[in-house]
């Protein structure tokens, strides 16, 4: 099977910017383009293979024409586990939680949300939201929701880009405003909105908050930042685990030259290029790439070749 590069799917939510556009020359007319799913089959937004025989296919109906390009290890799972896009927050997002998949699935029909983020830049200043900086209870969450002072407990922390931050589901989190975000996670768009600084949406209308759900999913205790990793030496640059859960794992490859890879029948290779340019061959094809890119890897590929000077998201199942 071949590499496949893929077109994705774009959301103008109201607090976005242009970056995705005017640095990384998405094709998107919006005004705001605040997130391209890169790696998506969700019905709220689907990428496409982009080029060949099959350009413009739906990434699900190319799953489903054929299953072998996901690998042994997605076979575990109900639907396709990953979705992976940028995120360009002109403003700040709103305070959310996402719930588990046991209480997603009992109250919205579809799996709860785990994440990683990727700090790919950040303007001066920027800082974001990570859970909250000493326990506290749910009758003071709600309150503090209620009187406008929930930021008061909430864990905010200063970005620099290439700053990792795992956000397991019932993590209260808020990316700040100027980030530019590579978002790997479950494939899944449930989002509990606790908190969204009196904004009114495109309506005129304040946007729905989902206070009684969120306070029965979040974890109201400080979390544990995930642990660094040291990268690790390749013939060619170095590898850096970012994540690793159940659902994805992460790396970071930085590439200066040539760097070899291989991909066995347990799992498809998506590698998303956050930095930088080169091309990757295949037994059957070659592919180039510039920053902002997402390639699509079948499962049992065998050998690759990575060539250039570039950074890429390389995520697993």
């Not at 640095?23 to 005004?31: A, H, L, M, S, V």
């Not at 937004?45 to 413009?56: H, K, V």
């Not at 200063?158 to 700040?176: E, M, Y």
């Not at 510039?290 to 499962?299: H, K, R, T, V």
Request: some cysteine; charged content about 25%.
């Amino acid at each position: 099977m071949k590499i496949e590069k893929l077109t994705p799917a774009f959301k103008d939510y109201l607090w976005g910017g242009v970056k995705l556009r005017e640095i990384y020359g998405k094709p998107c007319n919006f005004e705001k383009v605040a997130e391209s799913w890169e790696l998506s089959t969700h019905s709220a937004g689907q990428s496409r293979l982009s080029g060949g025989q099959l350009d413009g296919m739906p990434l699900g109906q190319y799953f489903q024409a054929h299953p072998e390009v996901l690998g042994e290890n997605c076979k575990k799972f109900q639907n396709f586990p990953v979705l992976i896009k940028f995120i360009d927050a002109k403003q700040a997002l709103s305070i959310q939680v996402h719930p588990s998949d046991a209480y997603a699935l009992e109250h919205e029909g579809e799996f709860g949300k785990t994440e990683m983020w990727y700090v790919m830049d950040c303007e001066p200043g920027a800082f974001l939201y990570f859970g909250v900086n000493r326990e506290i209870s749910q009758e003071e969450f709600r309150q503090r929701i209620e009187n406008n002072t929930v930021e008061e407990v909430l864990n905010r922390v200063d970005v620099r880009p290439g700053d990792v931050f795992f956000i397991q589901s019932g993590t209260i989190h808020a990316i700040g405003a100027g980030i530019l975000i590579c978002e790997i996670q479950q494939n899944s768009n449930c989002t509990y909105r606790v908190y969204d600084y009196g904004r009114l949406g495109a309506d005129g209308q304040p946007r729905e908050l989902h206070i009684e759900k969120a306070l029965a999913v979040s974890r109201l205790s400080p979390s544990e930042p995930a642990g660094r990793e040291e990268p690790e030496a390749l013939p060619g640059g170095q590898r850096l685990r970012l994540a690793a859960c159940k659902y994805f794992t992460t790396d970071k490859l930085t590439v200066e030259g040539e760097m070899a890879l291989a991909v066995g029948p347990e799992s498809f290779l998506s590698l998303i290029v956050m930095e930088g340019s080169g091309k990757v061959q295949g037994p059957e094809n070659q592919v180039e790439f510039q920053a902002g890119d997402s390639l699509f890897i079948p499962a049992g590929s065998g050998q690759l070749r990575v060539t250039g000077s570039c950074a890429l998201a390389a995520t697993r199942v």
